[in-house]
T-cell receptor
Framework: AQSVAQPEDQVNVAEGNPLTVKCTYS??????LFWYVQYPNRGLQFLLK??????LVKGSYGFEAEFNKSQTSFHLKKPSALVSDSALYFC?????????FGAGTTVTVRA | DAGVTQSPTHLIKTRGQHVTLRCSPI?????VSWYQQVLGQGPQFIFQ???????GRGNFPDRFSARQFPNYSSELNVNALLLGDSALYLC?????????????FGPGTRLTVT
């Protein structure tokens, strides 16, 4: 079985401040971890993934994520948030062919 | 390049009816997956097809079925619709359908069952 948990339903930050969205995972074997973003009435957009190698993964739109095997975490980060980053963020895990998603975290960046 | 396309965009059906949703993957992608996203929740895996073969099925009743065509497009069929089937249905394509390969999502079909 595989699953992810996103402990925060909502994250609120001021524009220009660092943004962190938390995710922990559970999977047997080596995990493949992903972050997606969803804007209102839209499908999911791929941000980044961790497969193997460097624990710090860089992705689209200035986002990065840090893989921590001992804490089974894969937190999404952005050094300086923009108002346009306001959206719904999903963490997902896969070890075969399907993605298992968390419940999502709504990020609001205030001007 | 065109992304994943889905049709229709919106659909309203009555309980007990049947619905067919369609998906065209990104050119060159051989794998298509279907997900159901209920309001306020993350997407739930329904099916994956690779090279026209079903590779996996999620925890959904037999009322849900799918197929993939020789051009790699796909259909999701749902019979005997229930109110609880109201959701956003997402199609995703990937190059190889492996766990390490990212999936690219279409805009979804919003199904409302009344």
């Amino acid at each position: 079985a595989q699953s992810v948990a996103q402990p925060e339903d909502q994250v609120n930050v001021a524009e220009g401040n660092p943004l962190t969205v938390k995710c922990t995972y559970s999977v047997s074997g080596n995990p493949y971890l992903f972050w997606y973003v969803q804007y209102p009435n839209r499908g999911l957009q791929f941000l980044l993934k961790y497969i193997t190698g460097d624990n710090l993964v860089k992705g689209s739109y200035g986002f990065e994520a840090e893989f921590n095997k001992s804490q089974t975490s894969f937190h999404l980060k952005k050094p300086s948030a923009l108002v346009s980053d306001s959206a719904l963020y999903f963490c997902a895990v896969s070890n075969d062919y399907k993605l298992s998603f968390g419940a999502g975290t709504t990020v609001t960046v205030r001007a | 390049d065109a992304g994943v396309t889905q049709s229709p965009t919106h659909l309203i059906k009555t309980r007990g009816q049947h619905v067919t949703l369609r998906c065209s993957p990104i050119s060159g992608h051989k794998s298509v997956s279907w997900y159901q996203q209920v309001l306020g929740q993350g997407p739930q895996f329904i099916f994956q097809y690779y090279e026209k073969e079903e590779r996996g099925r999620g925890n959904f009743p037999d009322r849900f079925s799918a197929r993939q065509f020789p051009n790699y497009s796909s259909e999701l069929n749902v019979n005997a619709l229930l109110l609880g089937d109201s959701a956003l249905y997402l199609c995703a394509s990937s190059l190889l359908g492996q766990g390490s390969t990212e999936q690219y999502f279409g805009p979804g079909t919003r199904l409302t069952v009344t």
